[in-house]
């Protein structure tokens, strides 16, 4: 996603150009969100509309970036999360596939991460939930907020991986 991701926030045409309704699912669509969101601070890619079993659904995004564990570089990428005692959850869930999404590799290598939620921005730390109970009761508030995240964890034969980002400081961008 890295070199796709670049390409587009490169071009500030392109990118006025995808002010206008994110399509879950659409060609691009990861990279066409993330510079909405990126663009507008927030105010576009915030809350996007997903489409799922009974009806489409308004769900918040962050953008989280990590460091890539080989590369070094930067990595930003748009995911669902849900919010517990002033931290923010995301799944590792990558559309139940069997292995892990690279952005979850890279934080699980360097926990240090900067993430974005609307307009505010964070420095702070990512951590796997490993208690089974806590890792059960985000698991289940997620799946409440976007029921994919149920059937995927039932396509898999790994445990779906429940992060919690703690913000440490505020920053000024990403």
Known sequence: MGGAVHAVLSSD????NTMSKIVVGAPGWTETHLAAYLKTDGAEGWLVEFPIPGGPVEIPCLILKT????????????????EDAGRFVIIASKGG???HPAWYLNLDA????????????????????????????????MGAMFSPYIDYQAMTEREIPVVVLEPRTPIDRL
């Open 110 to 141: 360097k926990p240090e991460v900067e993430f974005q939620v609307k307009d505010k921005k964070y420095r702070g730390l990512a951590r796997t939930v490993q208690d089974p109970d806590e890792r059960k009761r985000l698991y289940a508030m």
């Open 13 to 16: 045409r392109h990118v006025e």
């Open 67 to 82: 460091t890539g564990r080989r590369s070094g570089e930067a990595k930003m990428i748009p995911l669902i999360y849900g």
């Open 97 to 99: 596939a069997q292995e």
